[in-house]
């Protein structure tokens, strides 16, 4: 019981850090080399995105298909002395962007396998969630019986915990291959993809719990020791 108390304080304070290194540290990666002609810039919706069509009285634009994508971006270079500003009755700010939705034409994907494992990607996070939303359930049932510290109440406890440590790592690592597989369909002019490093709130929230289950065993424990010795 010990042994876990320290186990799960130490990856709580690894984990700690490892937030703070992120937060400072950020991935991005590109499957492009400098091109002569690389811009952004607002100008006519392409006939690939939509088309016009004569109806009475006038014409309508309608569009194609598409597939939508939101991508996590960071800047890779600007032509000398350039970059990306808006500006409002004079006053010029420079935009950063860190995330685009980006919309290519149906037509333009030659492959859907690799979308479909992204989706697909997302099933272990449903299972996961759906879990720990019973464990919530049984353990606030418990509550209502005022049933709290007890040994049933630390172990659910402790598994839920270990259900959000799981959920984060298969964000993470979800999140690594997508990010992989975006590189290789997405081509962004003077921006590369950024690999996303899931929130680390819910591993510290993960770690917490499991610290919490760990406190409430030696509690009880004591609590027997002492009843056994009165």
Not at 141 to 162: D, M, N, P, T
Request: charged letters at 20%; glycine letters at 4%; a neutral charge.
């Amino acid at each position: 019981m010990k042994k876990k108390l320290r186990l799960y304080c130490g990856l709580l304070t690894l984990v700690l850090v490892a937030a703070i290194v992120c937060d400072l540290v950020h991935v991005s990666y590109s499957n492009s080399t400098d091109k002569e002609r690389e811009e952004l810039y607002f100008g006519k919706e392409p006939d690939d995105f939509s088309t016009i069509e004569e109806i009475e009285g006038g014409v309508r634009r309608k569009s194609k298909p598409t597939m939508c994508i939101d991508v996590n971006v960071q800047a890779r270079h600007y032509p000398k002395d350039f970059a990306l500003l808006s500006e409002v009755d004079g006053q010029v700010c420079r935009v950063d962007m860190k995330q685009v939705s980006l919309a290519i034409p149906a037509d333009r994907v030659t492959q859907s396998k690799p979308f479909i494992i992204t989706y697909c990607s997302i099933i272990p996070n449903v299972l996961l969630l759906g879990w720990l939303v019973v464990i919530v359930f049984q353990v606030l049932r418990s509550v209502a019986r005022k049933e709290v510290f007890v040994a049933r109440i630390a172990k659910k406890l402790e598994l839920a915990g270990i259900l959000l440590v799981a959920f984060w790592v298969w964000q993470y690592i979800r999140s690594y291959i997508v990010t992989q597989i975006l590189v290789q369909y997405i081509n962004m002019a003077y921006y590369d993809v950024k690999w996303f490093t899931p929130n680390f709130i819910c591993l510290i929230i993960g770690l917490a719990l499991m610290i919490v289950s760990q406190i409430i065993l030696m509690g009880k424990e004591l609590q027997e020791e002492q009843e056994l010795t009165i």
